[in-house]
């Protein structure tokens, strides 16, 4: 252990060390309260919908978006846009939830993915590895 109270994760591979949150100080707090309607579905045009989620995401709201986010059943839509432009604070907690719920909606053949992410939840996906949120890159 490292002075502190943090794990050190030297020994690990790189992408193990992105997607551990849990290496954090012991006394660490929340990075804020997240807002009242901290995500709601809208229609997408096309039988799509679109889940819009805003505010600081981090461990605290990891229940709330879970909440939210499965009163549509993986699958049950075959397109789902998850419009992340109004996030401030984004991590790999949420990220883990919008990943696992992309491929249990694979298994039913339908569409997750990520639009208008702004700059730190972009930088999270690409970082941890789930490109597969974002769709194809450009041609």
């Given amino acids: 252990m490292r002075s502190g109270g943090r794990r050190s994760l030297c020994g690990y591979p790189r992408a193990f ?3 551990d949150h849990t290496v954090a100080h012991a006394d660490a707090k ?4 997240p807002p009242p309607e901290l995500a ?6 096309g039988g799509a919908q679109r889940f819009i989620v805003s505010g600081d995401l981090d461990y605290s709201a990891h229940d709330r978006v879970i ?4 009163t549509r059943a993986p699958g049950s839509v075959p397109r789902v846009e998850i419009d992340l432009g109004a996030v401030g604070f984004f991590d790999t907690s949420i990220a883990r939830i919008l990943e696992l719920y ?5 298994h039913h ?7 208008n992410p702004s700059r730190i939840p972009l930088m999270v996906l690409q970082l941890a590895g789930l490109s597969a949120l974002l ?4 041609a």
């Fill in 17 to 19: 060390r992105a997607l």
């Fill in 30 to 33: 929340p990075v804020s309260t």
């Fill in 40 to 45: 709601r579905w809208e229609p997408a045009g």
């Fill in 67 to 70: 909440a939210a986010m499965w």
């Fill in 102 to 106: 992309r491929v249990e909606a694979a």
């Fill in 109 to 115: 053949e339908a569409e997750v993915r990520v639009v």
């Fill in 135 to 138: 769709g194809p890159g450009p």
